[in-house]
């Protein structure tokens, strides 16, 4: 039996979460309120709806369900056209290294994402040709920590979820790996992904043999 590989798309494949920081600053800013860097960490691995309510509940601001679904609208539209220009040089370091040695391996690989713009993403910086699945903000009801996204992914890759490997930056996605009984990777800071089976800064930092011990 194979081991199936998932990896989360933003902050894990390209760095699109400066982008998200942006776009969430300006309506923050817009309704009159600072939004800072460290306030985003909370946002990663999170989807577009819970992000509005934590960014207005730092606001201070109580909104209609009207006036909550057009802020929602118009994060989105920022957020697309800072991504529009977004090219295969906005891939993570050695990414590709990693995808072309699983692929070599002819592992199965699926894309596990909170991100409703997780195709037109993996388009425009062509990686499409990797993935075998991609499940992403239009599959899930429920948002990680919860493991659907994973366990979606797993099934349809054919793949038993304790045989899978995730790659995850957020604090909220190594939660849903784990909660999948996926063997979680943390790429980031070992303080903040603590609960992560192994955690590196990078790829750059996972050497062959690494990989080469996750396959089966
Ligand atoms: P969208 P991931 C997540 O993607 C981001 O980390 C999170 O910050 C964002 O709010 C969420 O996608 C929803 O994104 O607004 O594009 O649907 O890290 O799970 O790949
Ligand atoms: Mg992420």
């Known amino acids: 039996k ?5 990896f989360d798309l933003d902050g894990v494949i390209v760095d699109t979460a400066k982008y998200h920081y942006l776009a969430w600053r300006k309506l923050a800013n817009a309704l009159g309120f600072e939004f800072t860097q460290e306030q985003n960490e909370q946002f990663k691995g999170v989807s577009r709806k819970r992000c509005l309510e934590i960014l207005l509940d730092i606001g201070g601001i109580h909104a209609s369900q009207e ?10 539209e920022d957020y697309l056209s800072l991504i529009e220009k977004m090219d295969e040089s906005e891939i993570l370091p050695d990414v590709q290294k990693v995808l072309t040695l699983l692929k070599k391996h ?8 909170a991100s409703k713009n997780a195709r037109p993403i993996l ?24 493991p659907e996204v ?3 992914a797993a099934e ?5 979820p304790e045989d899978c490997v995730v790659f995850e930056d957020a604090v909220a996605g190594i939660e849903a790996a784990n909660n999948a ?4 990777i943390g790429i980031g800071e070992a303080k903040v992904l603590s609960k992560a089976k192994f955690v590196f800064a990078n790829f750059t930092e996972i050497d062959v043999k690494f990989i080469n011990r996750l396959m089966k």
């Open 2 to 6: 194979k081991t199936g590989f998932i």
């Open 67 to 76: 006036q909550f679904n057009n802020w929602l609208i118009e994060k989105n």
């Open 106 to 113: 002819n592992m199965p690989i699926a894309l596990g994402s």
């Open 123 to 146: 388009e425009k910086v062509k990686l499409m040709d990797y993935f075998d699945v991609i499940v992403d903000g239009t599959h899930v009801t429920k948002a990680k920590p919860d």
């Open 150 to 152: 994973f366990l979606i």
């Open 156 to 160: 349809q890759l054919g793949v038993r």
């Open 181 to 184: 009984g996926m063997l979680s």
